[in-house]
């Protein structure tokens, strides 16, 4: 029985760990500024857990084994412990696992303490069941007002943010459905969503935010390779949650450039 | 001046509804909570089959069931979910085992309030009833998740299943947390004022130190909850705004304004992070009290396994924040969070090398129970390795609400608490009914649950940091989760091949207690007060007498005592060994 319960242990173990160090399923590769960071961090984790989970797993298998009681195990230690142990083993954990947490900290301060970079290009995006939708402020650089009574999911685009025709900032702000962002430029998101809670979730820029209603959340991130990238709401919001899709374009700065214009000239 | 408690050991109650329906014995009690949390599990266990049936076949239309539209499937893992975490993992380890065993194991003859008890377990099987009527009404039941985040959850028009499910959903939550309430004084007053001659603090058995930690975290949690609930309530049918700002659903504005659905999220976390630490820590109890007893060791350090359990229950109540990662809160706050849950994770640690600390050197005997709390050990050593992933806020940002969460919390709360529960039946059920379970059937139903579990949550942590989120009915929207299907799939058929495992289990159980071999009144040669009185304890648990208490929990293996363990009740061993 020890030994079955040995090899099952040690198996269990030893085919998780494989499929972890072959990376069969990862990270998809990072294309924003963050993913340097986040991806070293999570692999600094990943070697310090999966260390202890072998240490702890293999021990546990090999304890198990090794300790069986058979008619010629000699006597039990008779022991109630030993504090010195438990000391050594405290303050070892607590530095590893306190540690490891500071390390990370420096990467989150760094997207969300300070504000974005001048010259950020800035987006608003709204969340609402079951969709994203964009909204560029123009070459005035300001938001427009979006009224609650003006908003209309089923039209779609302007009227479903709710844009107010009659504030003059309106004339040039553009929405959109899919998200264009130019390469290697800092982006100033502003997140809001207008009936439940949902989130911004976009794996390979290592993006994630809910939106929330009732809260206008600021946050910046920098793209970093030119692609397109799918945007996956990560928030239960009802039951179209899960074709709550959406797509991330990150072009050149020319081509970032020609979409809005083409976009604005479009709203004419 | 402090009035002692008296209890009247009281005579066996006459007639078939004194006896076994409104009964006032602990022992019956706790038997009702244990079959009220069986009936739950298999409920809860069929929808999940069912769920992992839509995700690989979404189109399929099931007899009996139907058609499993979107909705559905979110009403499913709604349901499932509330129904694992209260009816099942909060109802079976303390309101089952606490309930039958505690008053034993500190040598009293019954709770310090036997009518309350009976109470309470009422009050949860009534929030049972409720809670499965929402399946039944117009709608059906809500599609919120277990955690009812508003304003989904606040608002009728919101989704299928959030008018009349949801509000039934919210009440039996409610019922839920008046029973925890009840149920939580009793277990508190019981182990301070009822213990035997000589059972001091630092003689109780760690089973009952972990039920005791579990009151009075239920005590402070579900009193939170249950306001929380009432505000939900109330912002849902009389148009309060308490978590609900002004919204747009379906282009109709709401008439709330100025509520704030953090709120919600900061007082249900208040609640929910203590809540994981009462399902699982009555496991640790019971794994503790069984890996001593099948090594034939007393186990290692259990001053410090009482203070990692205190510790766990004091850190529990200073992390809620870390399920707010990605929520808005502020980011400077999430900080605070992220430390004080990664310091929680040195008890556990701690725990874990005690474990191991006190096989080391022993002679472990297999019986079904010990594979068990090894099983735990295991489990609760992969589940909890995931938590410093989590702890961390910039790791959340890829890691929130994704598979890896799923994996974590059902490999540590979900299946190592089972684990526990299952060690638990297998040590108690000869105490309990007087009759050993089938060995080799319980061997059999351990290495495939093991392995099963295994299958089907490890490979979350893989979907997971490839962005997988949770929720999601189908991932055939989604172009890079689609390529995750085949990972889905294999863990469907691992699910069928676990849950038709549960049926030995079912089938043993119920087998035993009629066809059992007769068991004797100390099978395991354990030292805890329970095994010291006959087999099934006499209604006042000790026949009239009352123990007095020499040693410590777990004397074994003691150089010159007669036998290889010394009960509580023996004269006191020469504390010799330390």
């Known amino acids: ?268 | 001046m402090a009035t002692p408690v008296t209890v009247h050991a009281h005579a066996a109650p006459q007639g078939f509804i004194r006896k076994y329906i409104f009964s006032t014995d602990h022992k019956v009690i706790g038997l009702q909570y244990y079959f009220l949390a069986l009936a739950a599990v298999f409920v809860g266990m069929f929808l999940s089959l069912l769920m992992r049936i839509h995700m690989i076949w979404p189109n399929t239309v099931l007899p009996l069931v139907g058609e499993i539209k979107p909705e559905t499937y979110l009403s499913l893992l709604t349901m499932h979910g509330t129904i694992m975490v209260f009816f099942v993992l909060t109802t079976a380890p303390q309101g089952g085992f606490g309930n039958y065993v505690l008053p034993i194991q500190i040598g009293a003859p019954d709770m310090a309030f036997p009518v309350l008890n009976m109470l309470s377990f009422w009050t949860t099987f009534v929030g049972f009833i409720v809670i499965i009527a929402a399946f039944f009404v117009g709608g059906g039941a809500p599609l919120h998740g277990w955690t009812g985040y508003p304003p989904l959850s606040a608002v009728q028009t919101a989704g299928p299943g959030e008018g009349l499910g949801a509000d039934l959903w919210i009440t039996s939550i409610a019922i839920f947390c008046l029973a925890s309430l009840m149920g939580a004084l009793n277990f508190i007053t019981t182990t301070l004022d009822l213990r035997a001659k000589g059972m001091i603090l630092m003689r109780m058995p760690l089973t009952v130190w972990s039920w005791f930690i579990t009151a009075i975290l239920g005590l402070l949690a579900f009193g939170v909850l249950l306001s929380a609930g009432i505000l939900l309530l109330l912002d849902r049918n009389l148009g309060t705004s308490f978590y609900v700002p002004l919204i747009v659903v379906n282009g109709v504005v709401m008439q709330h304004k100025g509520g704030s659905p953090l709120l919600w999220q900061h007082l249900f976390w208040f609640f929910g992070h203590p809540e994981v630490y009462i399902a699982i820590l009555p496991g640790m109890g019971v794994a503790s009290q069984i890996i001593s007893t099948f090594s034939r060791k007393p186990i290692f350090g259990y001053k410090a396994m009482v203070y990692a359990m205190l510790s766990i229950g004091f850190f529990g109540f200073m992390v809620w924040g870390h399920h707010m990662f990605m929520s808005g809160m502020s980011p400077y706050s999430a900080f605070a969070f992220s430390i004080l849950t990664m310091c929680i994770g040195v008890p556990s640690a701690i725990k874990t090398f005690n474990w191991l600390g006190t096989m080391l050197h022993g002679h472990i005997r297999f019986q079904t129970p010990m594979l068990y709390a090894i099983g735990f050990v295991s489990l609760f050593v992969s589940g909890g390795l995931s938590g410093p992933f989590l702890a961390q806020p910039v790791l959340d940002i890829q890691l929130h609400d994704t598979y890896f969460v799923v994996g974590h919390f059902h490999l540590i709360m979900g299946v190592a608490a089972i684990f526990g529960i299952f060690a638990a039946t297998y040590y108690w059920f000869p105490k309990m009914f007087g009759r050993m379970m089938n060995e080799t059937w319980g061997r059999i139903h351990f290495f495939i649950t093991l392995a099963g579990t295994y299958a089907i949550f490890m490979p979350m942590h893989y979907l997971g940091m490839a962005g997988q989120t949770r929720r999601y009915s189908q991932f055939t929207e989604v172009a890079y989760q689609t390529k995750l299907i085949p990972l889905q799939t294999f863990m469907t058929y691992a699910a069928f091949i676990t849950i038709a495992a549960q049926l030995i289990f079912v089938i043993n159980l119920f087998w035993s207690m009629f066809k059992g071999p007769k068991a004797s009144d100390n099978p395991w040669e354990a030292t805890t007060l329970e095994w010291t009185t006959s087999t099934p304890p006499p209604p006042d648990n000790f026949g009239g007498k009352t123990p007095v208490v020499h040693n410590g929990p777990y004397e074994y293996g003691v150089p010159g005592a007669p036998k290889d363990y010394v009960m509580q009740t023996d004269p006191a061993v020469a504390a010799a060994g330390h």
């Not at chain 1, 298998?61 to 000391?87: A, F």
């Not at chain 1, 959109?176 to 794996?203: K, W």
Request: glycine share 8%; with cysteine; proline share 5%.
């Open chain 1, 1 to 268: 029985m020890g030994l079955a319960l040995l090899v099952l242990i040690w198996l269990i173990t030893l085919v998780s760990t494989y499929f972890f160090v072959a990376k069969t399923w990862w990270l998809p590769v990072g294309a924003a500024q963050a993913a340097h960071w986040i991806d070293g961090q999570f692999a600094l984790t990943y070697i310090v857990m999966g260390i202890v989970f072998l240490a702890a797993q293999l021990g546990l298998g090999y304890i198990v084994w090794r300790y069986r009681e058979t008619p010629s195990s000699p006597p039990v230690k008779y022991s109630h412990g030993n504090t010195t142990l438990e000391v050594v083993w405290t303050l070892l954990t607590a530095v590893l696992f306190i540690g490891l947490n500071l390390m990370g900290s420096t990467v989150w301060a760094s997207q969300r303490f300070a504000p974005a970079e001048a010259g950020a290009v800035q987006v608003e995006v709204t969340g609402m069941q079951f969709a994203w939708y964009f909204r560029y402020p123009g070459a005035d650089g300001t938001y427009a007002k979006t009224t609650p009574k003006l908003m209309d999911p089923s039209a779609g685009g302007e009227a479903a943010v709710g844009l107010d025709p009659n504030d003059p900032s309106a004339k040039d702000d553009v929405v959109t459905g899919t998200m264009y962002l130019p390469v290697n430029r800092e982006v100033d998101l502003s997140l809001r969503a207008v009936d439940v809670i949902h989130s911004f979730f976009v794996p390979s820029l290592r993006f994630k935010q809910d939106a929330v209603p009732g809260l206008n959340i600021h946050l910046h991130f920098k793209p970093t390779a030119i692609g397109e990238y799918e945007i996956a709401c990560a928030e239960l919001c009802g039951l179209g949650h899960y074709k709550m899709h959406g797509m991330v374009h990150v072009v050149s700065q020319e081509d970032f450039d020609k979409w809005l214009a083409a976009r604005e000239a479009e709203k004419q």
